[in-house]
């Protein structure tokens, strides 16, 4: 029975028990959902009454509303409220085999999409769709290693379509209200990062009407499933299973904090909390920890710019997409360079960008093959000193060459260990070393660490154990690719389907970076 026909059914029923509810009303729509077991091919739907009441005690725990077991007004408005097709607790192994549930994730970063059908009778342009997509994809890629970008092919990984009623996936709509969208996650079948909007709702942007559905709002939470996102009870979060209402300005909007934490996790974010850092440098007195293709930046006061990582290669342009980690990484004192190491080879920045001839081998510092674990400029002397397990070597950045009578070993200074992750001078003054997940501090002109040393890196620089709400994104770019809309492309300001009232009272184009 679909969906819209039985919540119809329901709510002319009012408030009665379970036990007087048709069982086939209620089963069908908690089955749907998740919160029943299908039908055998040989027993049917035999579940008990108390079966019934836990399904629904269950859905109404998901749903934010208190737990009675009980059909309840609130709980059939909840049951009527347009909502995403995908269910809400563990799928059953009929639907698994054609709905594979997210166990998995992507196992690629450059991810293409299309719309391939568009809504036939929304006012929005097919412009405006693709912007939408474009912006609504952007929110996760922002803060995953994921990269969006619009293909005019077949060929899509995320094919996106308006289709009605059965569209041949397993999933039928069910006309207005009801479900409204959904999407397949990640895997190897074909179906894989799908996402179908019913084209029997009225589909909006910027709109008075009540009865339309935000498309950009949509549009996000199904973009969650297709990379890898299950829903959640959260009454907060985008992934919540019911209708919310518009999110606002697709250029400002900021996923919920449930929502970034989940995507971290599934796509292994390192956490800053609990990890040791692959390099460690101060660049324009502030201080980066990188780990793995992330980094964290601290201010000159030592504040952290985002509790989230940024990616390497979105601030440093030129470094090569596929690396998966530095060794070190330090600022030249006389031309202010950033210097990058990998193995045997090295970049040179300046700022942001890299410059012409690189990457070159370490062989031009006098440095032997194998790459090095450390490199740091110390104050005292104007010298750059680079660490491989036990032994150091003091470079001349002015001379460009090595000072005769290296590799030595790591003695130089007491009380640090003799193999390092990284060191970096600090505004402050002093010398910080790093190993594992401690640092040791030296004061400058000193050559012995200060007393009651070793110290949590976590907690002196990184904030961990503190309360602290999400920041922006320090890098600021995007990786959603520019769609290859017309030259001509602009959301009027007049069309009151296409603008978001956040964007004020002039003409404005939503820009599509390029």
């Known amino acids: 029975i679909a969906t819209w026909f039985l919540l119809r059914s329901l709510i002319q029923l009012l408030l ?19 919160y029943l077991p299908p039908p055998g091919p040989v027993t049917g739907q ?25 059909l309840d007004e609130a709980t059939l408005e909840l049951m009527k409220t347009p909502r995403c097709s995908l269910p809400d607790l563990a799928e059953s192994e009929t639907r698994k085999k054609r709905h ?18 568009f809504p036939k009778e929304s006012h929005l342009g097919h ?63 074909h179906t894989a990062g799908d996402t179908h909007f019913d084209d029997d709702e009225y589909w909006t942007f ?6 339309g559905m935000d498309l950009f709002a949509v549009a996000v939470h199904e ?26 300005d697709p250029l400002k909007y900021d996923l919920p904090y449930e929502d970034k934490v989940r995507i971290w996790q599934l796509y292994d974010m390192p956490n800053r909390c609990n990890t040791h850092f692959d390099a460690v440098a101060q660049i324009r007195g502030e201080a980066f920890f990188f780990k793995g293709k992330y980094f964290w930046r601290l201010t000159r006061n030592k504040h952290l710019v985002s509790l989230q990582p940024a990616q390497i290669h979105r601030f440093w342009r030129g470094l090569p997409l596929n690396m998966d980690s530095v060794d ?19 970049w040179v920045f300046k700022d942001n960008n890299v410059e012409e001839g690189y990457p070159r081998p370490i062989s031009d510092f006098g440095l032997p093959p194998g790459g090095i674990d450390a490199a740091f400029s110390w104050a005292h002397n104007d010298k750059t000193y680079f660490f491989k397990d036990s032994l150091y070597w003091r470079y001349d950045d002015h001379e460009r060459r090595m000072d005769p009578g290296y590799p030595s070993e790591t003695t130089l200074w007491k009380g640090i260990p003799s193999m390092l992750d990284d060191a970096m001078r600090w505004s402050d003054g002093a010398t910080y070393f790093f190993r594992g997940k401690e640092y040791w501090k030296v004061l400058d002109n000193d050559l012995e660490a200060e007393p009651g ?7 002196d620089w990184l904030v961990c154990g503190d309360m602290q709400s999400d920041s922006p994104d320090s890098s600021g770019s995007s990786r959603t690719g520019a769609p290859p809309v017309s030259s001509n492309f602009q959301m009027n300001l007049n069309d009151e389907t296409s603008l978001p009232k956040s964007f004020g009272h002039r003409p404005f184009s939503l820009p599509l970076p390029k």
Do not use: C
């Not at 009665?16 to 998740?34: A, I, N, Q, S, Y």
């Open 328 to 346: 070190a990484v330090y600022e030249r004192t006389n031309d202010h360079k950033i210097v990058f190491f990998k193995g045997d080879r090295y």
């Open 206 to 211: 910027r709109s008075s009407d009540a009865h």
């Open 100 to 117: 594979t549930q997210a166990v998995t994730k992507w196992n690629k970063r450059n991810l293409s999409w299309r719309v391939r059908t």
């Open 223 to 248: 973009f969650g499933h297709a990379i890898g996102l299950t829903h959640i009870s959260a009454l907060e979060s985008i992934m919540r299973p019911y209708y919310q209402g518009p999110v606002g």
């Open 127 to 189: 412009d405006t769709v693709r912007a939408l997509m474009y912006y609504a994809l952007k929110i996760w890629s922002d803060i995953t290693p994921l990269n969006f970008h619009e293909v005019a092919g077949n060929n899509a990984d995320i094919q996106i379509d308006f289709s009605k009623a059965d569209h041949n996936d397993g999933y039928p709509f069910d006309g207005p209200g009801g479900t409204v969208a959904h999407a397949f996650f990640p895997g190897d079948h």
């Open 46 to 70: 035999l579940q008990t009454q108390e079966e019934l009441a836990k399904a629904i005690t269950a859905m109404q725990q998901f749903g934010g509303l208190e737990a009675t077991g009980i």
């Open 16 to 34: 009665k028990p379970v036990e007087r509810l048709p069982l086939t009303l209620m089963r069908d729509w908690l089955t749907k959902f998740g």
């Open 453 to 459: 040393y070793p110290q949590s890196i976590a907690r």
